[in-house]
Each structure stands twice: as C-alpha cells, then as structure tokens.
C-alpha cells in the first residue's frame, strides 16, 4: 500500500464564478437553495461535466430539464462545469444546485455534507458500467505489463472510468502510479483529457500506446470475443454494436463493474423541493430522456435513475484507497 495522499482539487474563485448562470432581474434569493420567480416557482441551476469533447451536453440533457420542470414544478437553468472538481466548489459555494458527477465527487461530497446523491444513473437496465484499457492492433503491446515507460491517455483526473479505474489496473499489473491522479505516475507517462479525446489520441498519436476510458467510449471499437462473459452479460454497451467501429482497437483489460455515475444535489437543499426533485428523477423514463431531433450519438446516455446513495460508491472508495488517494476540497 503506498502512503495516503491527498489529492487536491479546486476550481479557483474564477472557475468557481464562471459555474454560476445569470438570474434575470424578477427573482430574489429565497435563502436557501436555487431563486425564487415572481410566481414563486423555484429556479434551480443544474451543472453540467462532458466526458466527452465531442458531445454538446446542454443540448444532450435538454430533454431531462423539460421533464423536471414539466413533473417538479421548477425552472433549470444549466451551466458547464470544466470538470469534475469544479461541480463540487459550485455546490459548495451555493453556485449550483444539482449536478452530474463521477462517484468520486460523490464520494467526497458527502463525506464533506456538501451533495447528497439523488440516484445512480442507468443505462438499459444497467446500474454498473465499466471502465475499458486499450491498445491499437499494430502496437507492440500485448498486455498491461508491456505499457512501463509508455504515455497512456486518460480522462478527467477525477473520471471514474477514464482515471481512477485504468490507474488502479495498472496499480495491480505491479506499476507505481505515483502521485497520480493529482501528480504524476512514476512507472508510466498519463495524458489527462477526456474520454473521447484519449481514445482519439490513441489512435492518432503514435506516441500514445494506450487508453483507459469508460466502456461508452471505446468498447464499439473492439471485438466481441474479446470481452468477459462479466462484461457481456452487465454491460449495456453489449446491444450488438462491439466491435463493429472503425478502426478496432484492442482490449489490453477490462475493470471490476463499477457503479454508475450520480446525479448529485445540494445537502442543504430545502426538504420539500428535494423531494420534488427526487420524485421526479426516480419516475423519469426513457421515452422522456429521447430527444428525436437528436442523431444517435447525441442522445443522452443513460435512460433512468435509480435510487441510490453514497454507500453504493464503496468499489470507488475500494479503488482510492488502493491508489493511495485522499480526496480533499
């Protein structure tokens, strides 16, 4: 076990600013959280992280905004956060209301008391997800063992599955993670983005061996035969669609299933409009989540919310503690 770090993050005051969207000139603070209007309606701001570069995520969570408002009575207005570690300082701040998040953040959140997770996101049935290492054909490497000296690209620092996951993996195949994810690996170079973008510097950088990304982000790109019976029987990324993106790519590991990401509120939020907010998300289908202007790639990416709590998040809490890591604000 390496000595306990902690790893920490902040938005910065600007950062932190940049999170909090305009309230028009009709409403006043109602000394809790979100803004009151003119007919007493609740205004409440709904931060927002991409995972990734090439998805316009306002657009993407449009539809859920309609149905909350339509089902709790409420105005959303949304705002796009850097990354994770920016949702957090906003709803500590009281900058934002609600958010989508890695389990990390709701990890720390709620160890703080500053979010209280509303539900656990699912996908097609699906409450746990995976997180995905990756390889081209033509590379040199075969296995994680292979990938000492090499640049890996990642995602976020604090990503579930373009992080923390691919970190502990490699951690278990005997590598120093080093001060990652905060720092620097000692046994491996990480480039930390997002998931879309490392798996496109894997494939067009020659310099960049690997990926380690959500399941959502590459599992397209690599064949059938070469995932679990785990991943083929929980995975809601197996609806016939593996293996059949250009160009393939190679899967060097796959992670333990993870718990999927939380839709987090403020801990303070005020009880009634929680549970308006939470009765709503709970009951909202997939036919409310599609948006049929939307190309396929567009659409939003899970299809339900399920009850849920910090406690479903102790596999994450498992992985940090392997790592070494200490999430601190």
């Known amino acids: 076990m390496t000595k306990r770090r902690t790893f920490i993050k902040s938005a910065g005051a600007a950062g932190v ?6 309230c028009s000139d009709d409403t006043e603070s109602n000394g809790s959280s979100g803004t009151v209007t ?7 701001t709904f931060a927002l992280t991409p995972a990734e570069s090439d998805v316009e995520i306002e657009d993407q969570y449009q539809p859920l905004f309609n149905y909350m408002e339509s089902e709790a009575d409420v105005s959303i207005e949304s705002t796009v956060a850097a990354d994770y570690a920016a949702v957090l300082s906003a709803i500590d701040a009281g900058q934002a209301d ?6 990390a953040i709701a990890i720390q959140g709620g160890n703080e008391d500053i979010t209280q997770v509303v539900g656990i996101r699912v996908a097609y049935g699906a409450s746990r997800y995976f997180s995905l290492m990756t390889t081209t054909p033509d590379s040199d490497i075969d296995s994680l063992s292979d990938l000492g000296g090499e640049t890996i690209g990642l995602g976020d620092r604090l990503s579930t599955s373009g992080s923390l996951f691919p970190l502990y993996m490699l951690s278990q195949a005997g590598f120093d993670t080093g001060g990652a994810p905060d720092g620097d690996p000692v046994d491996f170079e990480a480039q930390f983005s997002d998931h879309s973008t490392a798996r496109e510097e894997l494939i067009n950088r020659p310099d960049v061996v690997a990926a380690g990304t959500g399941a959502f982000s590459t599992a397209g790109h690599v064949p059938k035969e070469q995932f679990s019976d785990q ?9 016939g669609d593996l293996g059949t993106e250009s ?8 992670s333990d299933p993870i718990p999927r990401a ?10 009634e409009l929680y549970g308006d907010i939470e009765s709503s998300l709970l009951n909202v289908g997939e036919d409310e989540l599609i948006d049929e202007g939307a190309s396929d790639d567009q659409q939003l990416w899970f299809t339900g919310v399920d009850d ?10 498992d992985v940090l503690d392997e790592l070494g890591v200490s999430l601190g604000q």
Do not use: H, K
């Open 17 to 22: 600013a940049g999170l909090l969207a305009g």
């Open 38 to 44: 003119g007919d007493n309606q609740q205004t409440l």
């Open 98 to 103: 609600l958010a989508d998040a890695s389990p």
């Open 231 to 239: 991943f083929l029987e929980m995975s809601a990324e197996n609806d």
């Open 247 to 254: 160009p393939e790519l190679e899967l060097l590991a796959e």
């Open 262 to 271: 939380p839709i987090l509120a403020r801990a303070d939020m005020d009880a």
């Open 308 to 317: 849920g709590s910090v406690d479903d998040y102790q596999p994450v809490q």
